[in-house]
């Protein structure tokens, strides 16, 4: 993984620093509803297939426990009368010596087998719809994801030089993902792959990428960090002229921290990051992620969010571990208008 690692950055950065070609929107803002309504500090808890995106990591904790009981052979034991009685506990001594044995039932937890659903869709400020469905499943101490997402631009009015209207457009971005993530222990990796289309006015943008995950879990379960890269990826423009131009898309790097209280207060979570654009540090900078979930009881639970400078709010309802169901709402970047997210999660 390290060596992976090393060489993806190295050819990276070996990019020529061309212009972004794309705007790969729906790439930057991420899909879900509970990322939005945590403010987009979703990858240190991400543990359904959306995170093909958010962190491959967390692909890992796509499986379900299994508690199987044992039965094993331990030396016997017994308890020493009062005082000192030098012969029992010579006799004691000998018996478990001996290998005397006596049997006793406990209980292994291991990991089992599961699949899970996940499907999105977004309503953006300006008529913009953004939409993304995934599916993962348990792979040996790991688990693989794959997706398929994108935006649609519709209603877009064009004209020609004299002023008249000559229709309206509709403008589509598409991505595709496949991921795995391992886990052992308190860590877990994962890695991404995808690739992007941009039906542009005149043309289009084609592009391929990979996204790189950590999770850790510090203090289980008091607090867990984690830390991603998305869109190490190049894109081509072509026009209908069938000019081409190479380019890359902007790069994220984000960090998140989970707090969990303790009890009796562990139905309240606080999630602290931020998300830096690499290849636009003086523009984009570096923006906060931080977002506040309270549960109410075991089926539901409250969101509040601030990704930068957009505030978010949430409700969510878990049945079980079976179905799972989000709503958020936030403000786009301008606080003009009101951006709705929802999200469902199946798992069997």
Same mark, same amino acid.
């Given at each position: 993984m390290k060596s992976?690692?090393?060489?993806i950055l190295a050819a990276f950065f070996a990019l020529p620093a061309f212009a972004v070609t794309s705007s790969a929107e729906f790439l930057q803002n991420g899909f879900g509803a509970k990322s939005a309504g945590l403010g987009n500090g979703y990858g240190v808890v991400v543990s359904d297939p959306s995170a093909v995106y958010?962190?491959?990591?967390?692909? *890992?904790?796509?499986? /379900?426990?299994?508690? /199987?009981t044992q039965t094993v052979e331990a030396p016997k034991g017994a308890d020493k009368p009062a005082g000192d009685d030098e012969e029992f506990n !010579?006799? #004691? %001594?000998?018996?478990? *010596?001996?290998?005397?044995?006596e049997s006793k039932t406990v209980e292994i937890t291991e990991r089992g087998m599961q699949t899970q659903l996940n499907?999105?869709? $977004?309503?953006?400020?300006?008529g913009r719809l953004m939409y993304f469905g995934a599916a993962g499943m348990t792979i040996g101490n790991g688990g693989i994801g794959v997706g398929y997402g994108g935006s649609r631009i519709g209603s877009i009015s064009t004209y020609d030089a004299s002023g008249t209207a000559t229709g309206s457009n509709s403008y589509? $971005?598409?991505v595709a993902y496949v991921g795995y993530g391992w886990?052992?222990?308190?860590l877990r990796l994962g890695i991404s792959g995808f690739g992007v289309r941009e039906d542009l006015a005149g043309g289009a943008v084609n592009g391929a990428g990979v996204n790189l995950g950590a999770q850790l879990a510090v203090l289980p379960p008091l607090l867990s960090v984690a830390a991603d890269? !998305?869109?190490?990826?190049?894109?081509?423009?072509?026009?209908?002229?069938?000019?081409?131009?190479?380019? !890359?898309? %902007?790069? #994220?790097?984000?960090?998140?921290m989970q707090i969990q209280a303790p009890p009796p207060n562990s139905?309240? !979570?606080l999630i602290i990051g931020f998300t830096a654009n690499l290849d636009k540090p003086a523009g984009d900078g570096v923006k906060l992620n931080m977002g506040m979930a309270y549960g109410f009881n075991k089926y539901m639970y409250a969101m509040l969010g601030l990704n930068g400078s957009k505030p978010a709010i949430g409700l969510g309802v878990n049945i079980g571990k079976t179905f799972q169901m989000a709503v958020s709402a936030n403000r786009d970047f301008l606080g003009r208008e009101f951006q709705y997210f929802g999200e469902l999660n199946f798992a069997f």
């Open positions: 992976l690692l090393v060489l958010w962190n491959p990591a967390g692909l *890992a904790q796509i499986y /379900t426990e299994k508690r /199987t !010579k006799l #004691l %001594d000998d018996q478990n *010596a001996a290998g005397s044995k499907a999105s869709a $977004s309503y953006l400020s300006n589509l $971005s598409h886990g052992a222990g308190p890269i !998305k869109n190490l990826a190049a894109i081509q423009s072509r026009t209908g002229a069938g000019f081409k131009e190479m380019g !890359k898309l %902007d790069t #994220l790097f984000s960090f998140s139905n309240f !979570k």
